[in-house]
């Protein structure tokens, strides 16, 4: 009963990007010694000897690389394991998976003299190797810019899963509320509103601006609102604000479905990457 | 403790039944109540002494909050720690009040020590907080453990009765007692049993509001009460008096006055002169300023603190700088100006105590008063009740990435049921995620009919014995915050299930964050969060500090 609850906090007196793409100082400027460290053992080994995978430094860049990518997959054991309580924090597990990997597609180039392999297996293992590194990297990207751009341009905060249970709720509301309007609000919701309201709407526009297209379609119901009698501008301002909650949903919507998605590029293949090496250590210690 | 769907059943009913055997519940037939009336018209009440002075319109509106039980000889009422939103006057036989906690529970640690709950990035690097808030209300807790230390006298923050450990006193027709813990939401701090059949008029906290609020002699009693059982302790303990000698304190009680405001109630006007000093005992006050054409909030005040110094210390200010409002329903001790220039002239500690706090409070209003946000985050932390909480789960959207890892980690430690939802309000990138507070006064433990929900531990963590709960929802609803979630279990309840009425019925159970307090990796919300965005927040000092960090980035 003793933990504290720890924040990552931000230094002040970094500039935001800075504090956004690296949380933490000491595990940065630990791994930027760590690739100096390697290419330093590189440059003795390319100029006392000779660049091989099968020789001493080559199978010590080998052994490195495959020890780099066992630390890299405990981030993965630990999601799944949580019910029996893995010790230490995930975000330390996260350090580890993101740097290790840089450390591992180093250690593997490394292993192969930055060159690509002529052998089939081997050249197969290169290649995913390049692209489960750069399908992290993606990642990582996706998860500094995304959650920034719905901070700041959005208003609502919506949980994935529920997004079809929220719209049907706005759905609901909003028929309440031309029940008994005007005709002319009736038939504008009917034909401009509605078709909206029946399920999520992913838009690419919300990629590149993420508010400029809700407001432009919110527009029209100020058009509507001149022509409307008093009695009915209150059931206008509520259905506008429903339906601009249905838009920034949307917006979540798409931006939140890429935070999932990313993970098809990366996680399967890894998995390959996985058996792949595997096999490939077997057979070298076979043969 | 762990929830899940693993509850014993067997182990369950003996405990329920032990529990039904032991103490009074809402849900009626068991083994200590004999009879309970049905709603009592004005004539009947105005038969019973402490309803005497009110008319026939008043009695009629707050008769659905009172009813007549009888009670076997030798039953407990009510056990210390436990909450209660009702108070009783005896109308026949005898009461025995008596404490006996346990020295451990008193030297407990507190859950809610400022280390367990501040964010840092070092947690080695964790200080006492020395100003505001947190310290002031640390500081409370420290002085009441210190004191406890004290092998003869037990001693809670909130007492209801100030006893000698082991002793019993006998309470008698007239006597009237439960209502401090129950007015101020504190726990009770002594147990209550029947020494011999009793007849007790028991009153709900609205109808007690009411009496007090419609009768001036009604007020002056309970008030007296709390005079003779409690203040003198609770000043003792205050972070203003301590230390200042038995004798002085006592005098002190005497001459003090007791409030009570409602909600919105104006407590001091900004312009107007300046009468007296003003202690918290229970709820929260709002200050704020004119400021240009709007009310700006300052600042805020929590059990314990005070208001007045500024203005009464320093010379040529002779009216109040601020208006104060009563948030929720508050309690307040005042000291007249008079009696405020004598204690200051005779007690030199008192005075520096004083000038000191006058120092935060013009600093913090000053602050404010030129970070404008500052206000707007006392506004909400006033009306979402973020001043309430101990360990509010908060996530930075600005780093989040919606994976709920953090949902999943709590689920994954409760029996596959999360204990919170990520959704909430938000205040600036961060949001206030439905998860409970650990508020300092909390209602939701007011009125469970078993008892299932309470504290771990003397002012440790609020948690539901799932084994007890039989699921009524009284505490869901009482919960403002909605952070407590009822869910399904998908069965129903045996033919042995306590109370009968349950039998049958699906079988529900209440669930909330306990902050794995059992175990040793701190909460599973905050540990299994990839990106650390997910973080616990002791006071909204903490916030405001996090805020201001990040409004300083460059
Ligand atoms: S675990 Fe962290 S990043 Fe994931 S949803 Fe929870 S707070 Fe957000």
């Known amino acids: 009963m003793k933990k504290t609850a720890i924040y990552q906090r931000k230094r002040p007196d970094s500039p935001r990007w800075l504090n956004k793409w690296i949380q933490s100082l000491p595990w940065f400027f630990g791994f930027v010694l760590a690739v100096f460290g390697c290419l330093v053992i590189f440059v003795v080994n390319a100029t006392t000897g000779r660049i091989h995978p099968g020789n001493a430094w080559g199978l010590g860049y080998g052994i490195g690389a495959t020890v780099a990518l066992v630390a890299v997959l405990l981030y ?158 209150e059931s206008l301002d509520e259905l506008k604000e429903l339906f601009n909650t249905k838009l920034e949903i949307d917006a979540h919507y798409t931006l939140q479905r890429v935070l999932r998605t990313w993970l098809i590029l990366h996680v399967p293949i890894s998995m390959v990457l996985v058996v792949l090496l595997f096999i490939h250590i077997f057979s070298v210690l076979y043969y | 403790m762990e929830s899940g769907s693993t509850t014993d059943h067997s182990v369950t009913m003996i405990k329920r039944k032990k529990l039904f055997e032991d103490r009074w519940s809402s849900f009626g037939s068991h083994a200590g109540l004999t009879g309970l009336s049905e709603m009592l018209s004005p004539a009947e009440l105005r038969e019973i002494d402490i309803f005497k002075e009110y008319d026939d319109s008043f009695l009629q509106t707050i008769s659905p909050d009172v009813s007549i039980a009888q009670w076997k000889a030798d039953v407990v009422l009510f056990e210390e720690g436990s909450f209660l939103d009702l108070a009783f006057y005896v109308l026949d036989g005898e009461v025995g009040v008596a404490i006996k906690m346990h020295e451990e529970s008193l030297n407990a640690i507190p859950t809610f020590d400022a280390q367990r709950t501040v964010y840092a990035s070092d947690p080695r690097s964790f200080q006492v907080p020395q100003e505001g808030v947190a310290a002031t209300i640390l500081q409370t807790r420290m002085t009441a453990r210190e ?61 007690l509001r009411e009496m007090k609020k419609a009768s001036g002699a009604f007020k002056e ?126 007690h030199p500690l008192v005075e520096k105590r004083l000038w000191d706090s006058a120092v935060a409070q013009m600093k913090e209003s000053g602050f404010t008063r030129k970070n404008l946000d500052k206000s707007e985050l006392i506004e909400f932390s006033l009306q979402k009740g973020l001043v309430q909480g101990n360990s509010i789960l908060v996530i930075d959207l600005d780093v989040c990435t919606r994976c709920d890892d953090c949902v999943r980690g709590c689920a994954d430690t409760h029996g596959g049921r999360p204990r919170f939802v990520r959704e909430g309000d938000t205040f600036d990138h961060f949001l206030i995620a439905r998860s409970c507070y650990h508020c300092d006064d909390p209602v939701c433990l007011v009125g469970c009919p078993t008892g299932a929900i309470g504290r771990a531990g003397v002012g440790e963590v609020v948690a539901i014995d799932d084994g007890l709960c039989i699921g009524c929802g009284t505490c869901a609803t009482k919960c403002p915050y909605d952070a407590i979630v009822m869910h399904d279990t998908g069965d129903t309840w045996g033919d042995d299930a306590l109370p009968e009425r349950l039998r049958g019925r699906p079988q529900k159970v209440a669930s909330k964050c306990d902050l794995c307090y059992t175990s040793d990796d701190g909460p599973a919300c905050v540990n299994n969060c990839p990106h650390s965005c997910a973080f616990r927040i002791g006071s909204i000092q903490d916030f405001q500090s996090l805020l201001s960090t990040e409004k300083a980035e460059a």
């Open chain 2, 221 to 346: 009693k309970i008030d007296q009460i709390y005079r003779e059982r409690t203040l003198f302790e609770q000043l003792k303990t205050s972070p203003v008096f301590r230390g200042s000698g038995d004798a002085f304190l006592e005098s002190l009680t005497e001459k003090v006055e007791l409030l009570s405001f409602s909600p919105g109630d104006v407590i001091t006007k900004q312009g107007d002169r300046v009468d007296a000093l003003y202690m918290v005992r229970s709820g929260f006050l709002k200050i704020f300023e004119r400021l240009g054409e709007a009310d700006v909030a300052v600042n805020y005040l929590s059990k314990g603190m005070t208001i007045g110094e500024v203005e009464l210390l320093l010379p040529d200010i002779d009216t109040w700088l601020s208006s104060t409002t009563s948030v929720g329903y508050s309690e307040l001790v005042r000291i007249e100006r008079d009696t405020f220039h004598d204690i200051i002239r005779e």
């Open chain 1, 76 to 233: 993965t054991v630990r999601r799944r394991t949580m019910k029996l309580r893995p010790p230490g924090r995930a975000w330390t597990y996260l350090q580890v998976h993101v740097y290790g990997g840089g450390i591992f597609l180093l250690l593997m180039l490394m292993h192969t003299g930055f060159r690509i392999p002529s052998g089939i297996h081997t050249w197969w293992l290169w290649l995913i190797s390049l692209w489960v590194v750069g399908s992290g990297v993606l990642g990582i990207v996706i998860q500094k810019w995304i959650p920034t751009v719905l901070s700041a341009g959005l208003a609502v905060e919506v949980h994935y899963d529920r997004v079809p249970e929220l719209i049907e709720h706005i759905r609901t509301r909003s028929e309440k509320i031309v029940a008994s309007a005007d005709e002319r609000l009736r038939e504008f919701y009917e034909s401009r509103v509605a078709p909206s309201l029946v399920a999520p709407e992913p838009r690419l526009m919300y990629f590149i601006d993420i508010t400029g297209g809700i407001h432009a379609r919110i527009k029209p119901f100020e058009y509507l609102r001149a022509l409307l009698p008093a009695s009915d501008q």
């Open chain 2, 147 to 207: 004191t406890s230390k004290d092998p003869q006298i037990t001693f809670l923050a909130s007492m209801d009765f100030n006893l000698p450990l082991g002793s019993t006193i006998v309470l008698k027709k007239g006597d009237l007692f439960g209502e401090i813990g129950a007015l101020n939401g504190w726990p009770q701090s002594a147990t209550a049993h029947t020494t011999s059949a009793c007849k007790l008029v028991q009153i709900r906290v609205p109808a």
